[in-house]
């Protein structure tokens, strides 16, 4: 039972969701951190181990967090950038049966920092057929490169990886937040690119990077609860959902 469970709230569908998801960034948390964390697993649908901190990290400890998260009904997927160090160092295959031996359920794919020549429609099948469900990731990690890319060229790709097989298209916006796809310098929402993304690709079909509590806000209020989001911090969980369900100044009596 929770906690003042006298007052009404805005539904939600429960997990396994289809849409509404929360991708939580996992940046190299400790074994009782994670147990902690699972306090409020129902908040919870993904868990990215951010970039590449599970090298830094002892194998055992790493496959005792994917076994507790999966118990609760958690996709675990690696972050990005470990992706593209495996691409880059010509190991794709090494790193599909590593993820596959410890036992993740899910993988990014992603090509922020590199260049994919043509193959990732193909990395992502080759992700499905190893029964992992994909992620794709459309955007740059270096701001000059990330606003070179049209929004056309952004949709073609996230309609490309989805006719691939991807679950869900993730727009970049790095842990920041701040000029890198759909939000500029400042943080705040380039408006008409967000909703040009969302009419060509389709909400249910996209994750937004939105590490910040006001990017979070305005696309809650904007494209609804069941908005999906990612890159959030483990602190935010609760708080984000107070948001989804208007239980926070930001979203109460909006929604």
Do not use: H
Not at 89 to 111: H, K, P, T
Not at 152 to 163: C, F, G, P, V, Y
Not at 194 to 209: C, D, K, P, T, Y
Not at 210 to 224: D, E, W
């Amino acid at each position: 039972m929770k906690a003042f469970d006298i007052l009404d709230m805005i539904d939600r569908e429960r997990k396994p969701r289809e849409t509404g998801l929360t991708m939580v960034l996992d940046k190299g948390l400790g074994r009782n951190a994670a147990d902690d964390l699972m306090e409020y697993a129902d908040y919870i649908d993904v868990i990215k181990l951010g970039w590449g901190t599970p090298r830094f990290c002892q194998e055992s400890t790493i496959k005792e967090k994917i076994a507790c998260y999966k118990e609760n009904d958690i996709l675990v997927s690696n972050g990005g950038t470990l992706f593209e160090i495996a691409y880059s160092q010509g190991r794709v295959d090494d790193f599909l049966r590593y993820a596959q031996r410890i036992c993740l359920n899910s993988i990014e794919v992603s090509d922020g920092s590199i260049d994919l020549e043509g193959e990732k429609a193909k990395i992502i099948r080759r992700g499905i057929e190893m029964g992992f469900e994909v992620f794709s990731e459309v955007g740059k990690k270096e701001e000059t490169e990330d606003a070179k890319l049209t929004i056309d060229q952004r949709i073609d790709e996230a309609k490309s990886d989805l006719s691939a097989g991807a679950s869900k298209v993730i727009i970049e916006a790095r842990e920041g937040g701040r000029g890198i796809g759909i939000f500029d310098k400042e943080g705040n929402v380039r408006e008409d690119m967000a909703r040009e993304l969302v009419e060509g690709i389709g909400l249910e079909n996209i994750i937004f990077e939105a590490p910040m509590k006001s990017q979070q806000v305005y696309l809650i209020l904007n494209f609804g609860s069941d908005v999906s989001l990612g890159n959030i911090k483990t602190d935010d969980v609760v708080p984000l959902e107070t948001l989804r369900r208007g239980y926070r100044g930001d979203t109460f009596g909006k929604l």
